[in-house]
């Protein structure tokens, strides 16, 4: 009986270190944002700063969102009338973390390598294809520079960069630059939360670039 009695306490100590475990604080709200350490407990108003448990609740009104910066660094959305668990929330960062250093780093080799004919091949190659006498019609003065919108991008200036990416894109849709502007914007649209944009841009890296060694890096589907 002592052994068993001595199990429970051990096993309620470390339910209650496990509880106890911050992983987190809130970095910013809008509106208001209740929050809860346990299941068990009820929700209060929550205030910049503040510790997130592991085991806790966030919960936001009509109108309002917060944000949580985790023990690593990292930040997660809530949006508007949600009520998450920590555990989960948390859980949703970390697969968010992995791919999205995994497509970072495809990045990095892709700007490495050499523009090649295989970079530029995807389902819509033929119908880039034109016979000579109209190649003239095909031809675009290069406007967008993939460097500035990295260089942007690298700022934390999305703003600056979306549109010079899209450019980049527009005027050599087939191109390694095009492929390499749709992971940019991939990342850009993850953080941003516009899953619209996101979709939209995973779609056409797949379909333009079937071939690309970014596409086993994506987020998964929403």
């Known amino acids: 009986m002592k052994k068993l009695g001595l199990f429970v306490l051990m096993v309620g100590l470390l339910a209650s270190i496990t509880a106890a475990e911050v992983v987190g604080k809130i970095r910013f709200q809008i509106g208001e ?38 023990n690593n660094g990292s930040v997660s959305k809530v ?34 390598q050499k523009r090649s004919a295989s970079s530029e091949a995807g389902i819509r190659r033929e119908e880039a294809e034109v016979k000579k006498e109209s190649q003239l019609f ?30 980049v894109i527009q005027q050599g849709p087939l191109k390694k630059e095009a492929e390499l502007s749709h992971a940019y914007l991939i990342l850009i649209y993850e953080v941003q939360g516009n899953k619209l944009k996101l979709k939209k841009h995973i ?14 890096s994506l987020p998964p589907e929403q």
């Open 203 to 216: 779609e056409l890296l797949k379909a333009d670039f079937p071939n690309s060694s970014t596409l086993d």
């Open 79 to 112: 949006e508007s009338n949600t009520q998450i668990a920590i555990s989960k929330l948390l859980a949703d960062a970390s697969v968010s973390a992995n791919w999205n250093s995994k497509l970072k780093d495809r990045i990095k080799n892709l700007q490495t």
């Open 138 to 167: 095909w031809y675009q003065d290069t406007i967008y520079d993939l460097q500035e919108a990295i260089d942007y991008y690298e700022q934390n200036d999305f703003a600056k960069a979306i549109p010079v990416f899209e450019g």
């Open 33 to 70: 944002v209740q929050y809860r350490e346990t299941q068990n407990q009820s929700y209060k108003l929550t205030t910049l700063g503040i510790s997130i448990h592991k085991e806790g609740y966030l919960k936001t009104g009509p109108g309002s969102s917060v944000e949580v910066q985790w």
